[in-house]
Antibody, heavy 122, light 108 residues
Framework: EVQLVQSGAEVKKPGEALKISCKGS????????IGWVRQMPGKGLEWMGI????????KYSPSFQGQVTISADKSISTAYLQWSTLKASDTAMYYC???????????????WGQGTTVTVSS | EIVLTQSPGTLSLSPGERATLSCRAS???????LAWYQQKPGQTPRLLIY???SRATGIPNRFSGSGSGTDFTLTISRLEPEDFAVYYC?????????FGQGTKVEIK
């Protein structure tokens, strides 16, 4: 079964750093683009960026460029989303999601992780 | 930047009725790289339609997508109780991967 399993909920203070993870299984992790999506409380979906684990080619949405870092370690089939300095406005649910075709960039995502809730509060 | 505007914001319908959701792009979405997703409360989004009109695996044929260029439509031919949810369109042509703001389909 193809799965993306994300790390657990996080509660952090403003100014702290954070790295959340997304582990793929049941498929060739290195060959599918993995994207990250933000959903703020009660709001819609926002595309953050995407990475190809095979060579770590990464593309950010301009809205998130410089605000987060997307990375991957294909040896352990895991993608990451990290912040160096969290803000209260980073409070949201974060989803990882896989493109539907191996190697294919111009495809939607069809397999989603369960989501990681990040709460940033003093 | 491609901006996607969905309408209406909320659609109030009864089971068995037809639902028509619109997604309008601020500029042409090349190659119709446009998808529709369904999200129910507390659940992850589910891919319904890609390439503007192709159903994803396992999606019932009451869901259909149409359109090209800047105007796209998701149609649910006869609403089932499990179809009441929020629907998002997304263009996956540019790195922004812009989503629309969503249309909520609620029970009338």
């Amino acid at each position: 079964e193809v799965q993306l399993v994300q790390s657990g909920a996080e509660v952090k203070k403003p100014g702290e750093a954070l790295k959340i993870s997304c582990k793929g299984s049941g498929y060739s992790f290195a060959t599918y683009w993995i994207g990250w999506v933000r959903q703020m409380p009660g709001k819609g979906l926002e595309w953050m960026g995407i990475i190809y684990p095979g060579d770590s080619d990464t593309k950010y949405s301009p809205s998130f460029q410089g605000q987060v870092t997307i990375s991957a370690d294909k040896s352990i089939s895991t993608a990451y989303l990290q912040w160096s300095t969290l803000k209260a406005s980073d409070t949201a649910m974060y989803y990882c999601a896989r493109r539907m075709t191996p190697g294919g960039y111009f495809y939607p995502v069809d397999v989603w992780g369960q989501g990681t809730t990040v709460t940033v509060s003093s | 930047e491609i901006v996607l505007t969905q309408s209406p914001g909320t659609l109030s319908l009864s089971p068995g009725e037809r639902a028509t959701l619109s997604c309008r792009a601020s500029q042409s979405v090349d190659n119709n790289y446009l998808a529709w997703y369904q999200q129910k409360p507390g659940q992850t989004p589910r891919l319904l339609i890609y390439g503007a009109s192709s159903r994803a695996t396992g999606i019932p044929n009451r869901f259909s997508g149409s359109g090209s260029g800047t105007d796209f439509t998701l149609t649910i031919s006869r609403l089932e109780p499990e179809d009441f949810a929020v629907y998002y369109c997304q263009q996956y042509y540019t790195s922004r991967g812009t989503f629309g703001q969503g249309t909520k389909v609620e029970i009338k």
